[in-house]
């Protein structure tokens, strides 16, 4: 089946620097991939689309500027969270949508990334 | 607005069936799905419902009923490793975006 991965899988950092968080799509090509947050206990909640060759589409509430989206190509996203504080920590989850499968709908999560701000 | 609406808990025996119910109030729909999820894990698919009806995968049901907006997720034979969070999301438009319910813990007890 299809393979979404992302790195890292955990990364602990100090209050005020920025953290990169990669989401590929292994063995297909994704147009739109989609980053959700996760507290404990909570549900996923989307804070983006990207979209590959444009600009991100973000979620009410959150901050483009601090929550920065890249979608270079086709199989890559990238995440970075900008001066991260302690709020910021979360479970941080990308997914993608398989190209040219609209009818199959299957959206294929990653891992995951544990971020923790000291 | 938009809502999406699962019980919190729920609590079977090893071997039993449970039933999750999901109802959701969306503008449009583009399908319904269902996701387990285990603790500290990322959502694993489980089923995709478009249409109405039931769609069955070996131990594991969904049910869709659009005009009702309401959809249930059917676990039989129910195993330890059973226990997660199940997650049901809506498609609400055509460019992808799902919206999740809060999950539903189910809770397995020998």
């Known amino acids: 089946g299809a393979v979404v991965s992302q790195h890292p899988s955990r990364v602990i950092c100090k209050s005020g620097t920025s953290v990169k968080i990669e989401c590929r799509s292994l063995d297909f090509q994704a147009t739109t991939m989609f980053w959700y947050r996760q507290f404990p206990k909570q549900s996923l909640m989307l804070m983006a689309t990207?979209?590959?060759?444009?600009?991100?589409?973000?979620e009410q509430g959150v901050e483009k500027d601090k929550f920065l989206i890249n979608h270079a190509s086709l199989t890559l996203s990238t995440l970075t969270v900008t001066s991260a504080h302690p709020e910021d920590s979360s479970f941080y989850i990308c997914s993608a949508d398989r190209l040219g499968e609209p009818s199959t709908d299957t959206q294929y999560f990653g891992p995951g990334t544990r971020l923790t701000v000291l | 607005g938009q809502n999406i609406d699962q019980p919190t808990e729920m609590t079977a025996t090893e071997g039993a069936i449970v039933q999750i119910n999901c109802t959701y109030q969306t503008s449009g729909f583009n399908g319904l799905f269902w996701y387990q999820q285990h603790a500290g894990e990322a959502p694993t698919f489980l089923s995709y419902?478009?249409?109405?009806g039931l769609e069955e995968k070996g131990r594991f049901s969904s049910f869709l009923s659009r005009s009702k907006g309401y959809s249930y997720l059917l676990l039989k034979e129910l195993q330890m490793k059973d226990s997660a969070s199940y997650l049901c999301a809506v498609r609400g438009d055509s460019w992808g975006k799902l919206q999740f319910g809060a999950g539903t813990q189910v809770v397995v007890t020998p």
């Open positions: 419902n478009v249409l109405d």
């Open positions: 990207s979209n590959e060759g444009s600009k991100a589409t973000y």
